[in-house]
């Protein structure tokens, strides 16, 4: 039995017409620019059940192996490798099959874009306590496309790297005494305020990925300054994949609850937010000054806070409705509150969502902590 014409179309399709191993265009050369058809359809599980055809011998039903499922588009190269005998113990059957499945998904996501369809990317990119990750435009891009069907834009720049906010050069990171927070707080201000306000007036700006990485005081103070005049999708690096992409949906998000601790009186001016949701801020590790004040926490419900437990999109929506909810109740119930005191134990992605929530002319002040050699110290207001 011969490959049918139809299976042949649907490899070539979910292939982009591009080797499946090195990404080559495979329907024009490479040296005249002519119209060739290239591409050779290999099987993964060989043709016949027969050892000398490779990998032959494995279950897959012989009319099945036909079919484009059991097919890679591949230059004649690849295809004359993969078949032979030293490779057969590293090109198995799984591998073959694993690698087809990421490049097609991949090209279906690909080729779904669409530039009306864009989303402007800002990138934050600090420091936190001397380590760094990696957060270039690639990066950035390829998050966008495997999280939501986006086409990332890096608008506005000579090089074309959009939005991007290098908070490494300023110096002070470990330390982090006053003048370190007021000149991050000055960069974010400047980008934010001449170059994304100029866009905003071009109307060019309809949404939003906004990627952070820097101490969780700058995340807050970031996510303020991002006006709510367009959506934004928040991402943050996942520490058991090391990847920026949000998972595929999967599901509604764990939700949150929060306690209140002591009373508040009528006359209560001052509260403090404690955020326990990648780690654990227990009371004697407030300031003196806090302790006697009237304290709310978010954790998660029914489980202990840890990393990536902001494992989905869903779930961060679970948490801005928590922090959304309390900012309402404070407002109709407490409106002598004007400051709260927030000390975060949080993912960065959470950091920035505190910021957006937060409503300047109806929510109280937030003073946010940051933790440098054991001590909780108010370093950045958001008013
Ligand atoms: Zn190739």
Known sequence: MAISETERLKAWVRAGGRCEFCGRYLLE?????????????????????????????????????DLADNLMLLCRGEHNEIDRKGSLNIMTVERLRSIKRDREEWIRRMTALSPQ???????????????????????????????????????????????????????????????????????????????????LREDSVQHVSAFGFARLPLLVYFGSRLNDTFAVTTYQRHRSTEAWNWPDAQGPGRPFVTETHGSVSRDAEEGVLILNVSGSIQAEEL??????????????????????????????????????????????????????????????????????????????????????DGRYTSVLEVS
């Open 29 to 65: 050369g490479k040296l005249t620019y002519k119209d060739f058809t290239l591409g050779e359809l290999a099987h993964i599980v060989g043709r016949d059940v027969a050892p000398k055809s490779p990998r032959g011998m494995d279950p897959l039903p012989k009319p099945q192996r």
């Open 117 to 199: 369809n864009g989303t402007v990317v800002i990138r934050l990119i600090g420091r936190v306590r001397g380590a760094e990750v990696e957060l270039t435009k690639p990066t950035a891009a390829e998050a966008v496309i495997r999280s939501e069907a986006r086409f990332p834009e890096f608008p506005l720049s000579l090089h074309g790297d959009g939005f991007e906010i290098d908070l490494r050069n300023v110096l002070g990171e470990e330390t982090a005494g006053p003048a370190y927070w007021e000149q991050c707080r000055q960069q974010i201000d400047q980008v934010i305020e001449l170059r994304l306000a100029d866009a």
């Open 287 to 372: 300031p003196d000054e806090l302790a006697e004040l009237p304290r709310w926490v978010i954790r998660p419900q029914g489980i202990v806070p840890a990393v990536d437990v902001i494992d989905s999109r869903a779930t961060l929506d679970e948490f801005v409705n928590a922090i959304r909810q309390l900012l309402s109740d404070l407002e109709a119930q407490h409106k002598g509150i004007q400051r709260l005191h927030v000390l975060a134990a949080a993912p960065l992605s959470a950091a920035v969502e505190l910021g957006r929530v937060h409503e300047s002319h109806v929510h109280p002040t937030l003073a946010i902590y940051d933790r440098t």
